[in-house]
C-alpha cells in the first residue's frame, strides 16, 4: 500500500514538472501565436519561478491543516485547469495569468509527495525514497521534450495542450481512490490556521538549527543547475564556449543524466550516514566550484571533456539539494514538517531566480549596444555571480552545521528516531 501511495503521488509530481517543463519547446510556437519579444518570452519562465518560491511556505501550512492528500488534489486541479487555459489563450496577458497558475498547481505537488513518504515509509528508507522520487520526477522533464514537440506539430497549440491537461483527470482518479495520509488514517486534519497558530508554526520551524541549515543547504547547492538547465546553460555552451546547437543539447541532457543516477546514491549514503549529511553537501559544492573555476580560468573554449565533467558535478547538485529536507524531518515534528519544507524548498528557487536575474543583467552589461549577440568574456563576467551565492552559502551551511550538532542527538538520529 506505501507503493501505491507513493507511486501516485510520484504520478501526480511528473505530470506536475511535466506541465512546468512543457513551454521548453513550445518557444517559438509561443512567440508567434502571442506576438512577443525573447524578454516577453522570458517572463512566463520568471513567473514560474517567482510564484513557486513565494507558495512554498502557504502550501507547508496547508499541508500540515489539511493533509497532503487534500492539498495535492486542490493543486492537480489546478494545475489541469491552467494548463487548459493556457491551451484556449489567445493573447499574452492572458497566457501570463494562466502560467502563473501553473506555477501556483506546480507549488502544490512536491511537499505533499515528502509528507506522504514521510509517513508510509519507515525512517531509515525515507533519505532513500525522496530522493529516488526527485529523481523520478525529473523524468517529468524529459518526457516534456519528444511527445510534446510531435504533440504540438500533430494537433496545434491548443490540441497539444488540452491533451496533457486532461492527464489531471485520471490523476485526480487516483488521488481520490488510492492516496491516504497515513497507513491509520484517510485524511489528516491539524490545528485550524489563525494567524498566532501560523506565527508560531514558522517561529518553531525557523528557530531550530536543523532547518536553517537545510535551508543554507538547499540555497546553496541548487541554482547552478537550474539557472543552466532553465534558461542561461544553451546560450553559455553556444555563444560562450563555441559548441554547436545539438553538443550543447546533448551537454544538458547529460546534466539531467547525472541528477537522475545521483539521487539514490545520495539517499543510500545519507540513509546510512545522517550525522555527515553537511559534510557531504560541503564537499558537492566545493567540486561545483572547482571545475567553475576550471571552465571559466580556461584559456579560450574550454576543451569537450571539462565541460562534460561540468554537466556531472554540476547535475549532482540538483539530487544535493533535496538533503536539505532530510534536516526538515528529523529536526522538527510531523505536524510542521510540510511548513518547514516549504521554508527549505523556497531557498533554492530564490538562489536560482536571483542568479537568473543577475547573469542576465551582467550579460548586458558586458555587451556593447542591445546585441544578444554575447561574449565569451560577457559569460565568464556573468557565470562569477555564482561565487557570491556559494561564499554566502558556504559560511551559512558551516555556520549552521555547528549550531545543530550541538542539539541534534547523534545516537538518536543514526538510530533513524531523532525528531525536534
Excluded at 319 to 333: C, E, K, V, Y
Amino acid at each position: 500500500m506505501a507503493y501505491a501511495v507513493w507511486g501516485v503521488g510520484l504520478a501526480t509530481y511528473l505530470v506536475a514538472v511535466f506541465h512546468r517543463s512543457s513551454l521548453a519547446v513550445a518557444g517559438l510556437v509561443a512567440t508567434d501565436r502571442f506576438d512577443i519579444s525573447a524578454a516577453q518570452l522570458a517572463t512566463f519562465t520568471m513567473m514560474q519561478l517567482l510564484v513557486y518560491a513565494l507558495m512554498q511556505v502557504p502550501v507547508g501550512l496547508l499541508v500540515d491543516r489539511f493533509g497532503p492528500r487534500a492539498v495535492m488534489l486542490a493543486g492537480t486541479t489546478l494545475l489541469t485547469l491552467a494548463q487548459a487555459g493556457f491551451a484556449l489563450a489567445e493573447t499574452y496577458p492572458a497566457a501570463l495569468v494562466a502560467r502563473l497558475f501553473v506555477g501556483m498547481g506546480d507549488a502544490m505537488t512536491f511537499i505533499c509527495v515528502l509528507r506522504l513518504v514521510s509517513r508510509w515509509f519507515p525512517a531509515r528508507q525515507v533519505p532513500f525514497v525522496t530522493q529516488l522520487t526527485g529523481t523520478l520526477g525529473q523524468l517529468g522533464a524529459v518526457l516534456a521534450a519528444v511527445p510534446m514537440t510531435i504533440a504540438l506539430s500533430e494537433l496545434g497549440w491548443t490540441g497539444a495542450y488540452l491533451t496533457t491537461a486532461s492527464l489531471g483527470v485520471l490523476l485526480a482518479a487516483g488521488l481520490l481512490l488510492v492516496v491516504r495520509d497515513a497507513p491509520d488514517q484517510r485524511r489528516l486534519v491539524g490545528a485550524p490556521l489563525s494567524l498566532s497558530a501560523v506565527r508560531h508554526s514558522l517561529r518553531a520551524s525557523w528557530a531550530h538549527p536543523g532547518t536553517r541549515l537545510g535551508f543554507w543547504m538547499h540555497f546553496t547547492t541548487q541554482f547552478s543547475a537550474t539557472t543552466l538547465g532553465l534558461l542561461w546553460g544553451y546560450p553559455f555552451l553556444v555563444q560562450g564556449e563555441g559548441l554547436s546547437e545539438r553538443t550543447a543539447g546533448l551537454l544538458l541532457s547529460l546534466m539531467v543524466l547525472a541528477a537522475m543516477y545521483s539521487g539514490p546514491v545520495l539517499g543510500y549514503l545519507i540513509g546510512r550516514h545522517p550525522w555527515h549529511r553537511s559534510t557531504l553537501v560541503i564537499g558537492i559544492v566545493s567540486s561545483i566550484v572547482v571545475v567553475w573555476t576550471a571552465v571559466l580560468m580556461w584559456p579560450g573554449a574550454a576543451p569537450l571533456w571539462l565541460l562534460v565533467l561540468l554537466t556531472q558535478v554540476v547535475g549532482i547538485g540538483g539530487p544535493a539539494s533535496m538533503i536539505g529536507f532530510d534536516l526538515a524531518r528529523t529536526s522538527n515534528p510531523a505536524e510542521r514538517l510540510a511548513s518547514a519544507s516549504g521554508i527549505i524548498n523556497q531557498a533554492g528557487f530564490s538562489a536560482s531566480l536571483t542568479l537568473v536575474v543577475a547573469v542576465g543583467l551582467i550579460l548586458d552589461w558586458r555587451t556593447p549596444g542591445a546585441s544578444t549577440d554575447y561574449t565569451p568574456d560577457a559569460f565568464r563576467w556573468a557565470m562569477s555571480a555564482q561565487y557570491v551565492l556559494w561564499s554566502l552559502g558556504l559560511v551559512q551551511i558551516w555556520r549552521y552545521r555547528r549550531r545543530a550538532r550541538r542539539v541534534i542527538d547523534r545516537a538518536a538520529l543514526e538510530a533513524g528516531t531523532a525528531v525536534a
